[in-house]
């Protein structure tokens, strides 16, 4: 049985009376819908609640799903102990969600930590929820940092599990919008947060999911959102499926963005398969970047897909323009896939003999030896952007006004601890965020006595 129905929906505590405390009625109209969504999840009486959550735990590299049989919880954080939820989990279709990813390659499971409590991304749907329909089990998803192609592959395993089992079960995606779309609300303005809560919603009353796929990461962050993902994974739940899209409400009257739609899915729809369509332009997109890409990028390319696909290191080709072959310098290989960093290894100076062996040592450090991520496998390879910088010479400047986040990167250091960061990198807008970053990556706590130093990069893409 196909799912009945999917909703999207925000989790602010403060809609719950007995913690908003009259501070609720600043957001009738998302109460009013909320309800109504409620009230159509009891006319459909799901089987099984699937709820994805952005506050349950959360992973860089896996998606958890709550394990066990049941789980307890209450806004005691909230200053409502006497809120509370038992709420029994549907671990046949838990179970079935994990196989069929694993089957898939995609990391998603019961590993990891155990939930002891619901998260309040879980229980204010269910408040809402539990006051008209108290049948039903509840299944529920964390995110995590993987890119958001991953998460719609996990919303199609979530579909497949519910029609392999049978299941009646209905989709709700919890998250707020934007954090930041007022001067006086809690996380401030930027001019990115009225832009997210405009497009998404436009988005989703379209019901057109493949749009899903050109927020950028950079974009995200900025507006401060924390659903996206959980939008995506919904998408996902519904791919192949024309879907029937209804826009309740959509308040910021707050500072924070509240949105609430509903889906229905219909019959099969050839048209509506959106990661298959992305996935396609990205190949053309980057089959005509590498068509474009220089002689530096080409290398590191050919390096990487020598190494992951046969694990043997390329020759320095002799056809390489003569400063590749004549020049000693540092450099770093980026990599980057479906937009979001995918390994990053570098040399702050030259280690080898040119900047071509430099290039080859470093872009298979960059695929696979990267600590913050696993190896790239051959699967990735027609989804990689690549990028090389070639350093100049690390300059010592006296303070962080001789920096420039566009021109130079950045050196900081303190007794044996150094961060290096790149110039000119997506989301890095002042020197102080710079400094700051490069300070993390070097293990330098604030307070501690700095070395700044600066460098030019010559950047090949």
């Known amino acids: 049985m196909p799912i009945l129905a999917a909703f999207m929906v925000p989790h602010p505590p403060m809609i719950v009376p007995e913690i908003g405390r009259g501070s609720e009625r600043q957001i009738v109209a998302t109460t009013k819908a909320y309800e109504q969504v409620a009230s159509r999840i009891a006319e459909l009486k799901p089987e099984t609640i699937v709820i994805i959550s952005p506050h349950a735990t959360m992973y860089a590299d896996y998606f958890h799903i709550s394990p066990g049989r049941s789980a307890k919880g209450s806004f005691m954080s909230f200053r409502a102990p006497s809120v509370r939820f038992q709420e029994a989990y549907d671990e046949e279709l838990t179970d079935t969600i994990s196989a069929l990813s694993a089957l898939d390659g995609i990391p998603a499971g019961v590993m990891g930590e155990r939930d002891k409590q619901l998260d309040h991304g879980t229980m204010v749907p269910l408040w809402f929820i539990r006051n008209v329909y108290k049948e039903g089990k509840i299944v529920r998803i964390g995110l995590s940092g993987l890119p958001l192609t991953a998460h719609y592959q996990l919303g199609q395993k979530i579909a497949e599990a519910v029609q392999k089992t049978g299941r009646r079960a209905v989709i709700v995606a919890s998250g707020d919008l934007s954090h930041k779309l007022q001067e006086y609300g809690p996380y401030g303005f930027t001019p990115e947060g009225p832009q997210y809560?405009?497009?998404?919603?436009?988005v989703c009353s379209r019901a057109a999911f493949g749009e899903l796929f050109d927020f950028s990461e950079t974009f995200c962050e900025k507006a401060a959102e924390c659903g996206h993902r959980s939008f995506v994974i919904m998408a996902g739940t519904l791919d192949g499926l024309?879907?029937?899209?209804?826009?309740?409400?959509?308040?910021?009257?707050?500072?924070?963005?509240?949105?609430?739609?509903?889906?229905?899915?219909?019959?099969?729809?050839?048209?509506?398969?959106?990661?298959?369509?992305?996935l396609e332009r990205e190949v053309e997109k980057l089959?005509?970047?590498?068509?474009?890409?220089?002689?530096?990028?080409r290398l590191a390319r050919k390096t990487i897909?020598?190494?992951?696909?046969?694990?043997?290191?390329?020759?320095?080709?002799?056809?390489?323009?003569?400063?590749?072959?004549?020049?000693?310098?540092?450099?770093?290989?980026?990599?980057?896939e479906h937009g979001?960093?995918?390994?990053?290894?570098?040399?702050?100076?030259?280690t080898t003999k040119c900047v071509a062996q430099e290039i080859i040592q470093n872009a298979i450090s960059a695929s696979t030896r990267?600590?913050?991520f696993d190896p790239i496998g051959p699967e990735e390879l027609d989804y990689l952007e690549i990028k090389v910088d070639v350093l100049g010479e690390p300059e010592r400047i006296s303070s962080a006004e001789e920096l420039d986040v566009k021109r130079y990167g950045v050196i900081v250091s303190s007794g044996r601890k150094r961060g290096l960061l790149l110039p000119d990198l997506d989301g890095v807008d002042t020197v102080e965020q710079q400094v700051s970053i490069a300070m993390q990556k070097g293990g330098i706590r604030r307070g501690e006595p700095l070395t700044l130093e600066r460098f030019e990069v010559v950047r090949h893409e």
């Open 197 to 202: 809560d405009e497009r998404i919603m436009d």
């Open 242 to 278: 024309s879907v029937k899209a209804e826009q309740l409400s959509h308040e910021d009257v707050t500072g924070v963005g509240y949105g609430i739609c509903c889906f229905y899915p219909g019959e099969a729809d050839g048209q509506r398969h959106f990661l298959k369509e992305y």
């Open 287 to 297: 089959t005509a970047q590498i068509e474009k890409s220089d002689a530096y990028v």
């Open 305 to 336: 897909e020598q190494y992951i696909r046969f694990h043997s290191v390329p020759e320095v080709p002799k056809d390489l323009p003569k400063e590749m072959l004549n020049t000693r310098a540092g450099a770093f290989v980026s990599i980057h």
């Open 340 to 350: 979001k960093l995918r390994g990053c290894i570098g040399t702050t100076g030259p």
């Open 370 to 372: 990267d600590p913050r």
